[in-house]
């Protein structure tokens, strides 16, 4: 065993696109070489709050970016190539090659993100080879996908040939009459191939994929039926399925108006670099569209999975400026739901239908096909490569076991099979394949401005703020452990029955609590004129303290922020309110104390939670401890929440809150 781990062997690393569809990210390495193949990225799931784009985990990267020796680029899609321009914000990539009309793609992107001067893009054109570091050497292989100018990659090592298909399916009368070079892949057949990545997309649905151009008598018939206007919506990237709508507008006497940013900026690319012919005069701007008669329009967008801000969306609710549904209008959804947008996708059918629009959507109109091969397309490819061993990629996990299945029902043993997750190492030498040491994998969100990572700390406060909302409150307190004015206790965001005045009641509690039992560990007497007060330390046991107390008594469970205003020693104390009945309720379930505000006898010296808190307003917060205000001031500073005791109406908010049940333990 220990022989064979010297043994030189290709390490192939997949960072993301495994148990998922998206942000595929795959790191080959051999000896002192790292070459990268796509880096894309993927969206988010519900609760991933203000979260715009999913990265995968980089660290990897960022520790061995020294041995970085440059990408390969299999095609334009954005789980393939929405990660680069982010990535080279942290690290830099010598040199990218890849098809003509991603890179084109990917440039706007660089130079959105300012990083175009990080790496070199190098445009490749059907069975190029282009070398990678000293130990890889990359063919490009024509192949055929939903979007045009894709290619599978034959990487040939030390160890030998891996074929790594990218996305594909056998499309045999392709839209732009690129086909599948499958002599090429026959070829590497031939030669030998040691291992075969290949797209799993579809590995649960049997038969052939039809080809894409089958849709266009579907459309066809749909647009030359329709009385009023036609409105299309599909992915802007599906380069063929758009060329085929805008032949199908000229067909059929309409002009086209397009809708939505990504539409517009990847039909002018594609019309530029000539994957897409249509004249000039087909398209008429947006605002000119409704003096033509609706019989000779077409209007083409963005929103086929529902996105809230993209513009078929934004029609559904009335929001556009532009464009109002009208009941003449037949509105075709020529894409599928990716998995997870189906809510939003049938919500948005449903209000368009409620508009009184004619909708066409749908597996049994015809009018989509997938651009990812089934079961039969996935025999062909191994058909083609026999490959010695076999990876499942680009697919979740039950997706890789069915293609692992096929692969076996095709003669590849089990033990040539492996089915990795993301951070696995695929170790491969001429006669074994292996799991090694894993590396780090996991996430990254970004949120609106692509900059900010969102981790796990502020994920967890914003989930707190949508579930049960925020309260403030504000504390004086002087140098000398006294409460100087009653607290301000301000919600937002959340319900509750309870007594307003009881929850300024409790925040006095737990303010004396604190400065009874905490106040020694939190201020020392250093010798100057005023003891040095743990300010921040005093802000987290007072909301530790609301926190639990709301738990318990409420069961509700909102973010809580203190602010501490420092008062000079020798401020006279508050008193508190001489009004306030006892707390008499009982303690908690388990709890021990019967007393007097038993709950807190349970908690009294221990609390064992914390708050997690991000460093944020604590940054903040230390600024107003770090500097007591001067005597003088104090009072004035003091002033605006010397006022009496007051909570303010705790705002009820309408939305429809997640029930907690009561974990008080
Ligand atoms: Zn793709
Ligand atoms: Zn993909």
Redo the contacts with the bound molecule.
């Keep these: 065993m220990t022989n064979q781990a010297k043994q030189p062997c290709l390490r192939v690393i997949p960072l993301g696109g495994l148990h998922e569809i998206g942000k595929n990210t795959c790191v080959f390495e051999y000896g002192d070489d790292i070459m990268l193949v796509d880096a894309g990225l993927a969206f988010p799931s519900d609760g991933m709050h203000g979260v715009n784009v999913v990265m995968p985990d980089t660290s990897y990267l960022k520790e061995n970016q020294k041995r970085i020796r440059g990408m390969i680029v299999t095609?334009g899609?954005e789980?393939?190539i929405g990660g680069i321009a982010h990535h080279l914000k942290n690290f830099n990539i010598p040199v990218i090659h890849g098809p003509r009309l991603a890179l084109a793609m990917l440039t706007g992107k660089m130079e959105e993100a300012g990083v175009m001067d990080r790496t070199i893009l190098q445009t490749v054109a059907p069975r190029d080879v282009v070398k990678v570091g000293q130990h890889f050497s990359v063919e490009f292989i024509r192949n055929t996908?939903?979007?045009a100018d894709?290619f599978s990659l034959a990487i040939t090592t030390p160890v030998g040939t891996v074929i790594f298909t990218g996305?594909f399916k056998f499309d045999h009368t392709p839209v732009d009459g690129e086909t599948f070079d499958m002599a090429r892949l026959a070829h590497y057949g031939e030669q030998g191939v040691l291992c075969l990545f290949s797209d799993s997309t579809n590995s649960e649905v049997p038969g052939f994929c039809p080809p894409e151009r089958s849709v266009f008598p579907c459309l066809d018939r749909h647009i030359s039926q329709a009385e009023g206007r036609v409105i299309i919506t599909t992915f802007a990237s599906s380069i063929h399925r758009v060329a085929m709508i805008l032949e199908l507008a000229l067909k059929n006497g309409r002009k086209v108006g397009l809708l939505g940013r990504s539409m517009l900026n990847v039909i002018a690319k594609a019309r530029e670099l000539g994957y897409m012919r249509a004249p000039d005069d087909l398209f008429v701007p947006i605002k000119q569209i409704r003096d033509l008669p609706d019989r000779e329009t077409l209007l083409l967008m963005t929103g086929s999975q529902g996105e809230p801000l993209a513009a078929l969306s934004r029609i559904s609710r009335g929001e556009h400026p532009q464009v109002q549904v009208k009941t003449t209008d037949t509105i075709i959804f020529s894409a599928s739901p990716i998995p997870g947008n189906t809510i939003s996708v049938v919500n948005t059918i449903d209000r368009l239908m409620m508009l009184g629009a004619k909708v066409v959507y749908g597996k049994g109109e015809g009018i989509h096909v997938s651009?990812h091969g089934f079961q039969e397309d996935q025999k062909l490819m191994l058909a083609l490569t026999k490959p010695k061993y076999f990876v499942p990629v680009h697919g979740e996990h039950r997706m890789l076991v069915c293609h692992s299945k096929t692969a076996q029902s095709m003669g590849i043993p089990a033990e040539n099979i492996l089915i990795i997750d993301n951070g696995d190492v695929v170790e491969l030498t001429p006669d074994s394949i292996n799991k090694g040491e894993p590396v780090k994998a996991g996430i990254e969100l970004l949120d609106a401005s692509r900059n900010g990572i969102v981790d796990a700390r502020v994920l967890k406060e914003r989930q707190q703020l949508a579930d049960d909302g925020v309260i403030t409150m504000l504390a004086v307190i002087s140098t000398d452990g006294v409460m100087a004015a009653p607290p301000r206790v301000n919600l937002r965001g959340v319900v509750t029955a309870a007594d307003p005045r009881k929850l300024s009641l409790w925040a006095e509690r737990e303010i004396t609590w604190v400065l009874e039992n905490r106040w020694q560990q939190l201020s020392r007497n250093s010798g100057g004129k005023a003891p040095d007060v743990d300010w921040m330390g005093v802000q987290r046991e007072i909301e530790i303290g609301l926190q639990r107390r709301l738990r318990r008594e409420l069961q509700v469970e909102p973010l809580i922020i203190c602010l501490v205003q420092p008062a000079p020693g020798g401020t006279p104390a508050y008193k508190g309110r001489a009004d306030a009945e006892p707390d008499t309720r009982p303690a908690p379930r388990g709890g021990r104390g019967g007393g007097r505000d038993g709950g807190r006898d349970v908690q009294r010296g221990e609390r064992p939670e914390r708050v997690e808190r991000s460093q944020q307003p604590r940054r903040e917060l230390a600024a107003v401890g770090a500097a007591p205000a001067p005597a003088p001031a104090a009072a004035a500073s003091a002033a605006p929440v010397a006022t009496p005791a007051r909570v303010e109406e705790p705002e009820i908010s309408g939305r429809t809150r997640r029930r907690r049940s009561a974990a008080a333990s």
Excluded: K, N, V
Aim: proline share 0%; net charge negative.
């Design positions: 095609h899609h789980d393939h996908h939903s979007m894709s996305d651009g």
